[in-house]
């Protein structure tokens, strides 16, 4: 398990941002906190790259057309530090001091209908096309992403499997292993 520190700039700017560009913030650190950085890149809607210049070493991926998590891999395979969640500006210098980072918190509740949605949309599929992917009718589709569905285990793992991403994603959004028991 990866753990995710937001620089403090990042839990200021929340409020401020989209409720839809938030939504995917949290998606995004559920794949991360699940897969690490790795399971990002599977993820088309994302773009996860690189960045060169005075933010080498660093990793961006889209929130959508204007928004962009900024981010770097500390302690190989434990920590992953949100630099910055912002519009894109390239111009921006960082600080990199220590104490400027706290543990990443759940900014916004995303529900498992909405986490689908979030995720089919990153993958860049209509409804259609994930039903063609996964044998799931489409009209089903639409009930689990307006939560008038229940998602149930197997559809879980299909869907996980056709989105790239773990089950856990779809079905536990937001949910961190050791604050809360799964019983």
């Not at 520190?5 to 938030?22: C, D, K, M, T």
């Not at 900024?70 to 210098?93: G, P, S």
């Not at 599929?125 to 009209?139: A, F, K, M, R, V």
Request: charged residues 30%.
């Amino acid at each position: 398990m990866w753990e995710v520190y937001e620089h403090r700039r990042v839990g200021g700017r929340i409020p401020r941002l989209p409720v839809e560009i938030v939504k995917r913030y949290e998606k995004w650190k559920d794949i991360v906190r699940i897969s690490g950085p790795t399971g990002l890149r599977l993820i088309k809607g994302f773009h996860d790259e690189s960045l060169r210049g005075e933010r080498n070493g660093h990793r961006s991926s889209r929130l959508g057309l204007q928004y962009q998590v900024i981010y770097r891999v500390v302690a190989h395979e434990i920590l992953v530090q949100v630099i910055d969640l912002t519009a894109h500006d390239y111009r921006r210098k960082m600080t990199m001091a220590s104490k400027t980072y706290r543990k990443a918190k759940k900014h916004v509740d995303v529900s498992v209908g909405e986490s689908v949605r979030i995720m089919r949309e990153l993958q860049e599929l209509s409804q259609n096309e994930l039903s063609e992917l996964t044998g799931i009718p489409q009209s089903t589709l639409s009930a689990i992403e307006h939560d008038r569905v229940n998602l149930g285990v197997e559809r879980a793992k299909v869907l996980a499997r056709a989105l790239a991403c773990h089950p856990a994603v779809l079905v536990f959004p937001g949910w961190v292993v050791g604050d809360q028991s799964a019983a």
